[in-house]
């Protein structure tokens, strides 16, 4: 697509509920980033795709997050059992094979009540 | 891993002066530098880059300086307009990854 796409914009959810957050890179961005914004904050690294694989999940922050990527293309952000401290924004990156900037998408805002 | 640091927090300026942001990177392999404007509820969009092999570069009112010996680089905007207030983030890129400054908040009075 001409841009990062992500799905839903906005997501309240109840605590202890799954969520599963979309990301639609630009065609023929191999790499694939998603990072957290918690409100007012800076962009907190998650875990970055070079196409299907993951090589780093370092930011991932417990066994609650996982992500997988299909296709060299989509990818999903899924938080099991949810807590208010997951409130924030996810925001996923695509790049040309990591060697550039990244383009953002405009997030996912997610709220835990 | 990278770390990236990013001064002042917060930046109030009249407009038409100038707006001065340095961040400080610590790995010495990091080899590319954007900064991203994020205006209030947008997502972070690239304004200007550098690379390792360049000092300085310039785009209109935007301008990133890199020094690498002291592994730093700042931004500057000249003649500030209100439309230059957002919140910006440095970055720095060690092999495929950015590491981001904890970001500037930018006002620019009228």
């Known amino acids: 697509g001409a841009g990062v796409s992500q799905s839903p914009s906005n997501k309240v959810t109840e605590k202890g509920k799954d969520v599963e957050l979309r990301c639609d890179p630009i065609?023929?961005?191999?790499?694939l980033y998603w990072y957290r914004q918690s409100l007012g904050q800076g962009l907190e690294f998650l875990i970055y795709f070079q196409g299907n694989s993951a090589p780093d999940k370092s930011g991932l922050p417990s066994d609650r997050f996982s992500a997988e990527r299909t296709g060299g293309s989509v990818s999903t952000l899924t938080i099991q059992r949810t807590q208010q401290e997951d409130s924030a924004v996810y925001l996923c990156?695509?790049?040309?094979?990591?060697?550039?900037?990244?383009?953002f998408g405009s997030g996912t805002r997610l709220t835990v009540v | 891993g990278e770390n990236v640091e990013q001064h002042p927090s917060t930046l109030s300026v009249q407009e038409g002066d100038s707006a001065v942001i340095k961040c400080t990177y610590s790995d010495s392999a990091s080899n590319y530098f954007p900064w991203y404007k994020q205006e209030l509820g947008k997502r972070p969009q690239l304004i200007i880059d550098?690379?390792?092999?360049?000092g300085e570069k310039k785009d209109q009112r935007i301008a990133v300086t890199l020094n690498k010996t002291a592994k730093h680089f700042s931004l500057h905007i000249t003649e500030t307009q209100p439309e230059d207030s957002a919140v910006y983030f440095c970055?720095?890129?060690?092999?495929?990854?950015?590491?981001f400054g904890a970001g500037t908040t930018v006002t620019v009075r009228a």
């Open positions: 550098i690379r390792s092999n360049v």
């Open positions: 065609s023929g961005h191999t790499a």
């Open positions: 970055a720095a890129r060690d092999d495929y990854k950015l590491s």
């Open positions: 990156a695509s790049s040309f094979r990591g060697q550039d900037g990244y383009t």
